[in-house]
């Protein structure tokens, strides 16, 4: 049970890093950290003042006891003149306490003074070593980014990406589609060639009307072809056919030699 329990965790932990790693944004953990070393140095400059503060009201309260101090030192100094060494003695004594209470004060305040030079040392590497890092962050970045770019470039080129991937996968698939169309062009177009399919698109006719039409046509050049080769036996000149008519048409001089022949007959009756 425990070394199941041990695989599902190394799973868990491969598949979380993994993930990690693949959501993680090296600019934009650059400037979380950055932005994390920045307060970082706020939080220094607060603690450099607080220990100012601090060394500040151990000298205030030195400079009160070096005063009480010189107060009790002026009244010893007046009670001995007026005959009354019990309160110089008194006076004295608390001098002293006071004394060694701004002692204390000003150890405290050289202690202080220490613990804030070097605060304000440390702080003054971390801010140069903030500086320091925002520059190397900011060129990072840049290099990260164009480095992103040219990749993006690359795998469009190289159609590595997944949108030139599709854009590929369009393409191909336009190719196979016009292939088919001219393959079903050319198909339909050697039927129609062939007879197996008719043309519509020409004449609206179909295959019998056009010989239907042809015969018609070939007995009427038959028929005129005849008429002139009897006209031409007899000395005529070839009578003119209408289209479609097998009946010959006369020409204007036989019109004319026709109706003179008529007004003779008729003279010669009266």
């Known amino acids: 049970m425990s070394s199941i329990l041990k ?44 220990v100012a503060t601090s060394r500040k009201r151990v000298e205030l309260q030195a400079q009160q006891l070096r005063q009480s101090s010189a107060k009790l030192q002026t009244q010893a100094q007046r009670a001995l003149a007026a005959g009354r060494e019990d309160l110089a003695r008194e006076a004295l004594t608390r001098k002293s306490g006071v004394d060694q209470q701004m002692i204390d004060l000003q150890s405290q305040a050289a202690n202080l003074q220490t613990t804030e030079d070097k605060l304000v040392d440390n702080m003054r590497r971390l801010q140069a070593k903030i500086e320091s890092f925002r520059t190397q962050k900011e060129t990072i970045k840049a290099q990260y980014t164009a480095a992103e770019a040219e990749t993006k470039v690359n795998e469009a080129f190289s159609g590595v990406s997944e949108e ?16 088919q169309m001219q393959a079903r062009s050319g198909a339909i177009d050697e039927l129609i060639a062939s007879g197996a399919l008719d043309d519509a698109s020409i004449d609206g006719k179909d295959d019998i009307t056009r010989e239907l039409e042809q015969m018609s046509a070939t007995s009427d050049v038959e028929a005129q072809l005849a008429q002139m ?3 031409l036996g007899a000395g005529q000149a070839p009578a003119q056919l209408e289209p479609g008519d097998s009946t010959p048409t006369a020409t204007p001089a036989e019109t004319a030699s026709g109706e003179n022949a008529t007004s003779d007959k008729g003279s010669a009756q009266s």
């Open 7 to 50: 695989r599902m965790s190394l799973i868990f932990k491969a598949k979380a890093n993994k993930a990690l790693d693949a959501a993680e944004d090296p600019r934009e953990t650059l400037d979380y950290s950055y932005t994390q070393m920045q307060e970082m140095l706020t939080k220094m400059r607060r603690g450099v003042a607080d």
């Open 164 to 179: 030139m991937g599709d854009v590929g996968m369009a393409i191909d698939r336009a190719k196979d589609k016009t292939a």
């Open 229 to 231: 080769k009897a006209q």
